[in-house]
């Protein structure tokens, strides 16, 4: 396949909500006794373009932009470590807030990376294999399906490796997290739907993965 300006497109927007999620994660909004990161507005939004890229483009390409997305986001923390290490102007104070709002515990970077690797391409597995085994109907079901599965992997991993043993630990905040995340893919299936639609038409390409090496690490 020739790359496109729209695979192109939608491959920055996918690496662009994963980047923008880790920012944002530090903050803390809560409704009521629920708490949650603030990356719950926008995290979900990156499986939605993961759905579109295995859905419109298989998963072997889908794929490569989950890798990329990783690379792109170590590239990102390691030069919020190495910005975090140079000396800051005579005049400048921002300093620890800088190191509160982007500063990263090994633990929490291990966790938000394995949770997004393993989630992400449960994801797009369970969506290529579905299309096979529905000869590419449903749409709704496998997008919805996958996110169940995926989501749920990426959101147990996360907390459990991140705050298992400690005092913010709650096996109830996995429940939450998940049933908000498959809640935004289940509200943004309509617009799931006019995008494939729009980009088959375009690019002319509607992949199925029948003979498809599903290694995630075979690049």
Known sequence: MNVSHRFVIIAAIFVTCLIT???????????????MPAAIIVFPISYVFGDILTEVYGYRWARRVIWLGFLCNLIFVFFV???????????????????????????????????????????????????????GRWLWMRTIGSTIVGQGLDTALFIVIAYIGTASFMPVMILYHWLIKVAIETLATPLTYKAVNYLKQKEKIDTFDADTNFNPFNI
């Open 21 to 35: 999620a880790n920012i944002i994660a530090v903050k803390v909004i809560g409704f009521g006794s629920v708490v």
């Open 81 to 135: 470590w190495i910005g975090q290490l140079l000396p800051g102007a005579s005049f400048w104070v921002g300093q620890e807030a800088y190191e509160s709002i982007l500063g990263y515990t090994p633990r929490l970077l291990a966790a938000s990376f394995f949770g997004y690797l393993v989630g992400e391409f449960v994801n797009s597995f369970i969506m290529a294999k579905m299309k096979l085994a529905t000869g």
